[in-house]
């Protein structure tokens, strides 16, 4: 069955200190990776996805990078961490699902524990 | 632009009843839409999908509805419970190639014993 890891849980940082979350799948190849950000009583914003090795794109300007070193692990980092970098962080993948007989993309996204990043 | 919404305000309810919660969307025509339930400090985690050329689904003492010419979703949760509190987030595919999906801003769900 898949799996998916994601840490730290939780993590506190000085403002422009670097960042390096990580994310590993299992049981799966050629995953889609999704990072999103929540902030407290919002929903999901969708940071960066990438539907293969190297392939990285961006949804918002912002001060983080994204990168897929491995097909199955998905980094997020930064050079410098801002305040308003805190927030929730989620890692998610998925694929796509080919029905017997007919092809439906279900596309449902299966999320990691998350990690609490607080930058102060 | 596509745009999601659903009710910002934490639905109470009690213990037995059946929760109703809304996913309302603009300016789109998905193929389907999904929900998820997250509890609090987690990630969300998938419950149903409905196709717009399905009008009900059901998993248990979940049901969704989905009208395509009301642009909405219903999401019931039938003899509800207190392990059924959480925040319920609906989501629409914005790209099939990349899976990429819309989430709208979830409802709380509160149910008292």
């Known amino acids: 069955s898949q799996t998916i890891h994601q840490w730290p849980a939780t993590l506190v940082q000085p403002v422009g200190s670097p960042l390096s979350l990580e994310c590993t799948v299992e049981g799966t190849s050629n995953p889609n990776l999704y990072w999103y950000r929540q902030a407290a009583g919002r929903g999901l914003q969708l940071l960066f996805y990438s539907v293969g090795i190297g392939q990285i794109s961006s949804e918002v300007p912002q001060n983080l990078s994204a990168s897929r070193p491995q097909d199955r692990q998905f980094i997020l980092s930064s050079k410098k961490l801002l305040l308003s970098d805190s927030g929730f962080y989620l890692c998610?993948?998925?694929?796509?699902?080919?029905?017997?007989?007919?092809?439906?993309?279900?596309?449902?996204?299966?999320f990691g524990a998350g990690t609490r990043l607080s930058v102060l | 632009s596509q745009k999601i919404e659903q009710n910002s305000e934490a639905l109470n309810i009690q213990e037995g009843k059946t929760a109703t919660l809304t996913c309302n969307y603009t300016?789109?025509?998905?193929?389907?839409l999904q929900w998820y339930r997250q509890d609090p400090g987690r990630g969300p985690v998938f419950l149903l999908l409905?196709?717009?050329?399905?009008k009900e689904k059901r998993k248990e003492r979940l049901k969704v509805t989905f009208d395509t010419t009301l642009k909405q979703s219903l999401f019931h949760i039938t003899a509800s419970q207190p392990a059924d509190s959480a925040t319920y987030l609906c989501?629409?595919?914005?790209?099939?190639?990349?899976?990429?999906?819309?989430f709208g801003q979830g409802t709380t769900l509160q149910v008292k014993p």
């Open positions: 409905i196709r717009e050329n399905e």
């Open positions: 998610a993948w998925s694929t796509y699902y080919s029905g017997s007989k007919t092809r439906v993309a279900k596309n449902i996204q299966y």
């Open positions: 989501a629409l595919i914005r790209s099939s190639n990349t899976g990429k999906l819309i």
């Open positions: 300016n789109y025509s998905p193929a389907y």
